[in-house]
């Protein structure tokens, strides 16, 4: 089960338009959590540093850990996570930054933070 999770969050990049490079920082997988962290260069020049790190809950899988921080020529341009902090979001723990601060968010999928890339940053 966590084997077909790190390799679908792997597919979900290199099957992407979006990215023209992935390197593999670290990734682990043992009976009970994995752990996926990786740099992604995106077409345009930007990068997109990807951190994951899940467990078995039961008979599903919980993403305990995530952070998409997407930058271009060394400037922040926006990050999506859930660390445990911005208590006072009603989204707590999900959350995103930007430069001009930090929002509400749902918790979101590698799939759904492509879709926003193209969708927002891709066009500009």
């Known amino acids: 089960m966590l084997e077909n999770f790190l390799a679908d969050l792997k597919s979900s990049l290199t099957a992407s338009p979006l990215v023209r ?3 593999i920082d670290d990734e682990f997988i043992t009976s009970v959590s994995g752990f996926l962290d990786c ?11 990807v951190t994951e790190y899940f467990t078995i809950s039961g008979e599903n899988i919980k ?17 999506w996570d859930n660390a445990p902090h911005h208590r006072e979001l009603s989204t707590f723990p999900y959350h995103v930054h930007d430069k001009d ?3 509400e ?9 492509l879709d926003e890339i193209s969708e927002k940053f891709m066009s500009e």
């Open 39 to 49: 740099t992604v260069v995106m077409i345009d020049g930007s990068t997109l540093y």
């Open 21 to 23: 490079d992935i390197e």
């Open 101 to 103: 601060g930090v929002y």
């Open 105 to 113: 968010s749902k918790e979101i999928t590698m799939d759904e933070v």
């Open 63 to 79: 993403r305990d850990k995530y952070s998409y921080h997407l930058q271009k020529k060394g400037e922040f341009i926006i990050r």
